[in-house]
């Protein structure tokens, strides 16, 4: 069974800095994308930023220059630096993974989520 565990969430003042991780683990046979998603109350889930496999990403153009999402493959596991937060990243963040794992093939697997929490 694959599981996505994320960690590093927090609550952080307002111009600071966060580290996400999100590790896969169980039967996997590869990876495709990995990427990060928030959702705040009351509002949609939407995309952070996401890697693929070749290290091409892609961001949300209200995280352009502060987020910068990485990945080790051999570790299967995807990172999510944060600087200059800002209150309104506040939110549930989630990571997601499109893996093939064995026995069921290729499928969308998502973390439980993590908080972060921007305020003074």
């Known amino acids: 069974q694959v599981q996505l565990v994320e960690s590093g969430g927090g609550l952080v003042q307002p111009g600071g800095s966060l580290r996400l991780s999100c590790a896969a683990s169980?039967?996997?046979?590869?990876?495709?994308?990995m990427g990060w998603y928030r959702q705040a109350p009351g509002k949609q889930r939407e995309l952070v930023a996401a890697i693929t496999s070749g290290g091409s990403t892609n961001y949300a153009d209200s995280v352009k220059g502060r987020f910068t999402i990485s990945r080790d493959n051999a570790k299967n596991t995807v990172y999510l630096q944060m600087n200059s937060l800002k209150p309104e990243d506040t939110a549930v963040y989630y990571c997601n993974a499109d893996l093939i794992s064995v026995g069921v093939g290729l499928y969308d697997y998502w973390g439980q989520g993590t908080q972060v929490t921007v305020s003074s």
């Open positions: 169980g039967s996997i046979f590869s990876i495709y994308a």
